[in-house]
């Protein structure tokens, strides 16, 4: 649903990066550590590219505020598992 959220989607379109760009790079920029983690080579470049823009601090506060105190991702010992078994493909 965050992905989705009218908020991250129009901020998404006014630096023309897509809402998981924006996502990771409210992290970023608040300072948190952030490990991504994808199989699809689009979203791995994706997820490097986000260093080529700032949120402005109205952007920056706007997201805080959909902060529901929700964890949207939690590390099991079998996708850690899977996730050291991948491999990268050679494009990347």
């Known amino acids: 649903?965050?992905?989705?959220h009218p908020a991250i989607v129009e901020i998404a379109a006014a630096h023309?990066?897509?809402p998981g760009q924006i996502?990771?790079?409210w992290h970023t920029q608040c300072g948190n550590i952030v490990i991504p983690g994808s199989k699809?080579?689009?979203h791995i470049?994706?997820?490097f590219n986000i260093f080529d823009?700032?949120?402005t601090d109205e952007e920056l506060s706007?997201?805080?505020?959909l902060d529901k105190n929700t964890r949207y991702y939690t590390a099991t010992p079998e996708l850690i598992e899977a996730?050291?078994?991948m491999e990268l493909k050679e494009d990347l």
Request: overall charge positive.
């Open 1 to 4: 649903k965050l992905m989705q």
């Open 16 to 18: 023309g990066k897509t």
């Open 23 to 25: 996502i990771l790079r």
């Open 40 to 42: 699809n080579p689009e």
């Open 45 to 47: 470049r994706d997820n």
């Open 53 to 55: 823009f700032s949120l």
């Open 62 to 65: 706007e997201i805080q505020k």
């Open 83 to 85: 996730y050291s078994k």
